[in-house]
């Protein structure tokens, strides 16, 4: 599970690190949200992607193999229109982290 302080910029970094594997763009990206329980912060970002069936394969691959805690929380697909083999994707993406002591303790 990830413990980093810039929640919104780790979990983005991360999926611009598979997009760039993978050769694709997002076409929208969604504000990042945060909720806090417990001990844990979750973080969710929703991604608009256009890609093809095995881009989407490997994205899928990558988040949910990834050492770090990330899933796939909901995802949408569509056949693009006039393109064969591309398909329109949103992707609900989320991760947790474990809060510091201070911020914990802040709660209780």
Do not use: C
Not at 2 to 27: H, M, R
């Amino acid at each position: 599970m990830p413990n980093y302080e810039k929640k919104d910029e780790w979990l983005l970094s991360q999926l611009l690190i598979f997009y760039n594997k993978i050769g694709v763009e997002p076409t929208r990206t969604g504000k990042h949200i945060l909720d806090e329980e417990g001990d844990f912060t979750h973080s969710s970002v929703i991604v608009d992607l256009e890609l093809t069936y095995e881009q989407l394969g490997k994205l899928i691959e990558m988040i949910e193999n990834n050492p770090e805690f990330m899933r796939i929380s909901s995802l949408g697909i569509k056949r693009a229109e006039g393109s064969l083999g591309r398909l329109k994707v949103t992707i609900k993406i989320h991760t947790l982290f474990l809060k510091d002591k201070k911020s914990a303790d802040a709660t209780k």
